[in-house]
């Protein structure tokens, strides 16, 4: 039988090294959480939210799953998002993808995968609608890259369009939605370009970053 001995060991190393510099830290953490972010990302291993942007944990409330989906009938998704806007009151909603994306690369190739395939439908429908852009280079990876930005795009605008951010922005709430692409390679991440607080803002915003992924 295989152990985590390992992943119980490095946790207690990690607890006592907070503990050591912040002794207030776990009990400040347990009594409270007001996370100013909710970060919608991807399952992807290699993109750890609170890591890559410096935070600590309690200031990012977290959202995974396979590329860095919003789908309207996702009550998964849908019920992180309105606790968030709703009860936590986050001031920001990030959706983050990544370049090389899996799923991606996945929803581009003309071969079946199971289940998964169902979930990429969405993806798909999206290099559909984007089909003239996507053709612009003989290059697998190229494409992969511009989708993966394009999907983020797309998540964005799907944010904006649920009933929770609607009714959010309608009552002079404070939220703005952002896309952000990170890079494997560097690990840095990039901005799209959508920094919307507003249904008019985000249409505007998601019409110049398409332009500008179609430039790249």
């Given at each position: 039988?295989?152990?985590?001995?390992?992943?119980?060991?490095?946790?207690?190393?990690?607890?006592?090294?907070?503990?050591?510099?912040?002794?207030?830290?776990?009990?400040?953490?347990?009594?409270?959480?007001?996370?100013?972010?909710?970060?919608?990302?991807?399952?992807?291993?290699?993109?750890?939210?609170?890591?890559?942007?410096?935070?600590?944990?309690?200031?990012?409330?977290?959202?995974?799953?396979?590329?860095?989906?919003?789908?309207?009938?996702?009550?998964?998704?849908?019920?992180?998002?309105?606790?968030?806007?709703?009860?936590?009151?986050?001031?920001?909603?990030?959706?983050?993808?990544?370049?090389?994306?899996?799923?991606?690369?996945?929803?581009?190739?003309?071969?079946?995968?199971?289940?998964?395939?169902?979930?990429?439908?969405?993806?798909?429908?999206?290099?559909?609608?984007?089909?003239?852009?996507?053709?612009?280079?003989?290059?697998?990876?190229?494409?992969?890259?511009?989708?993966?930005?394009?999907?983020?795009?797309?998540?964005?605008?799907?944010?904006?369009?649920?009933?929770?951010?609607?009714?959010?922005?309608?009552?002079?709430?404070?939220?703005?939605?952002?896309?952000?692409?990170?890079?494997l390679e560097d690990?840095?991440?990039r901005d799209l370009?959508?920094?919307a607080d507003s249904?008019?803002?985000?249409?505007?915003?998601?019409?110049?970053?398409?332009?500008?992924?179609?430039?790249?």
């Open positions: 039988m295989s152990s985590i001995r390992l992943l119980l060991d490095n946790n207690r190393a990690w607890a006592e090294a907070i503990r050591a510099k912040h002794p207030d830290f776990f009990p400040r953490l347990a009594a409270q959480q007001a996370p100013r972010y909710l970060w919608i990302g991807c399952s992807d291993s290699r993109v750890p939210a609170n890591e890559i942007v410096g935070l600590d944990p309690g200031e990012v409330f977290v959202h995974r799953n396979v590329a860095n989906q919003v789908v309207h009938t996702d009550f998964n998704c849908l019920a992180v998002l309105q606790f968030a806007v709703d009860v936590l009151k986050v001031e920001h909603v990030i959706v983050v993808g990544h370049y090389r994306c899996g799923g991606i690369r996945a929803a581009l190739e003309d071969s079946a995968h199971g289940l998964i395939d169902n979930w990429l439908r969405h993806v798909q429908d999206i290099a559909v609608r984007h089909a003239a852009l996507l053709g612009g280079r003989d290059d697998a990876g190229w494409r992969v890259d511009r989708l993966c930005e394009l999907n983020v795009a797309d998540q964005v605008l799907h944010v904006a369009r649920t009933t929770i951010v609607e009714e959010a922005w309608r009552r002079g709430q404070k939220l703005t939605l952002h896309g952000l692409i990170y890079g690990g840095v991440l370009g959508i920094e249904g008019t803002g985000v249409r505007a915003d998601y019409a110049r970053a398409v332009e500008a992924i179609g430039r790249r």
